[in-house]
Every structure is written in structure tokens, then in C-alpha cells.
């Protein structure tokens, strides 16, 4: 069945450097992609998301790359801060679909 | 604060039982989503209600059913509960765009369920 999945269950980064979170999906009807931040104790926040009529797009510190050829998401974070320590999930849906999750990354952030 | 509130934040109960879970969605916002989050499945997609009717459907077991009322409030009713649905229980809304599952979603702060 469809799936999405990350590479990397944990990434330990330093202060100041930047992070990239990788994700690998399946479904190639699937259109949007999210990617979600989420604290301990507290729901996943919507940090970006992208149309699969894009390839990359930037926010504050955040750029999501998507690549619909080898069906791959990343999340890349310019100059980690101790705040950016959370669970980072990508997400991928499509008009009425359900909404898969992949299994999530631990993100560390050394100081 | 995502505006997306949940209730209760807690509830302990025993095998066998039933329970109601209620989520009340941002102002305006018609989409009403309930994931199921678990240490060994993740984020679950249960279910997705847009003004009242249903949207899409996820792993939803059938011992579990959901429903949005008229004033988009959304309740999720799991019955004959076992160990494995322990789980962290949210629920999420998105701003009244057409219904699709494409729409940003805010997360509420979810409600733990511990089965005992």
C-alpha cells in the first residue's frame, strides 16, 4: 500500500548549522506535501507545504524540496536553533485523500 | 494556541469500555480531521468531516466512529477499547476552502488515552 517513511529517525545537528530532513513517499497521485514540527506534549504544527507543480519553496529559514522523479521531500533549516529540537513529520495527500504521515525525526540540536 | 480545542486531555479507562472524545475546530473553520498517534504506528489519518458530512476515510477501525455537529463541533466515539488504543488522540481544522484534505491544518493539543 502507499507509504511515506524518513531515512533517518534521529539527526543531531549543532547550534548555527543548517539541518536537512529527509523523506521518502510512494503514492504518486499524492499532489501536496507538508511538514509538520511537533514538541513534546503538545499537536504537530504546520511548519511548510508544497504542490507537487513545485519543486522548492522557501519560508523563514525553511526550504522544502520536492523531487517527483525518485518520489522525495525534504525539509531544510538554515541555522539551527535550540527552538528547531522537536519531531519533524512529512506528510503527503491529494484532493480527497487521506493524509499519510511518515514515521517522524527526532531532531537534536547540540548548543 | 492553534485556536483547535480538545477535551478531555486525559481519560483513563478500562478494556471493554466506551469512550467520547470532543474537539471544537477554529472560528470558521469547517474541516474537522482526528489522527491517532501511537509509539508504534505514528500519526494515524482517521477520519475527515467538512460541514457536517464525511470527507475521508482513514484506518478507522470500526469499533470507532466520528461525527460533525451543526456547529462543527466534532465527537469521536471509540468503543469496546482494547490495550493497543492507548494512544494521543487529535484532532485538526482547516480554513473553509472546498473540504480537501490539501488544506492547512491546525492541530489541537490532543487527548491522551490510556487503557487499562
Known amino acids: ?111 | 494556541d492553534s485556536g483547535v480545542t480538545q477535551t478531555p486531555k486525559h481519560l483513563i479507562t478500562a478494556t471493554g469500555q466506551r469512550v467520547t472524545l470532543r474537539c471544537s475546530p477554529r472560528s470558521g473553520d469547517l474541516s474537522v480531521y482526528w489522527y491517532q498517534q501511537s509509539l508504534d504506528q505514528g500519526l494515524q489519518f482517521l477520519i475527515h468531516y467538512y460541514n457536517g458530512e464525511e470527507r475521508a476515510k482513514g484506518n478507522i477501525l470500526e469499533r470507532f466512529s466520528a461525527q460533525q455537529f451543526p456547529d462543527l463541533h466534532s465527537e469521536l466515539n471509540l468503543s469496546s477499547l482494547e490495550l493497543g488504543d492507548s494512544a494521543l488522540y487529535f484532532c485538526a481544522s482547516s480554513p473553509p476552502r472546498g473540504g480537501r484534505t490539501t488544506d492547512t491544518q491546525y492541530f489541537g493539543p490532543g487527548t491522551r488515552l490510556t487503557v487499562l
Open chain 1, 1 to 111: 500500500g502507499e507509504s511515506v517513511g524518513l531515512h533517518l529517525p534521529t539527526l543531531s545537528v549543532q547550534e548555527g548549522d543548517n539541518s536537512i530532513i529527509n523523506c521518502a513517499y510512494s503514492n504518486s497521485a499524492s499532489d501536496y506535501f507538508i511538514w509538520y514540527k511537533q514538541e513534546s506534549g503538545k499537536g504537530p504544527q504546520f511548519i511548510i507545504d508544497i504542490r507537487s507543480n513545485m519543486d522548492k519553496r522557501q519560508g523563514q529559514r525553511v526550504t522544502v524540496l520536492l523531487n517527483k522523479t525518485v518520489k522525495h521531500l525534504s525539509l531544510q533549516i538554515a541555522a539551527t536553533q535550540p527552538g528547531d529540537s522537536a519531531v519533524y513529520f512529512c506528510a503527503e495527500t491529494g484532493g480527497y485523500q487521506k493524509v499519510t504521515f511518515g514515521t517522524g525525526t527526532k531532531l537534536q540540536v547540540i548548543p
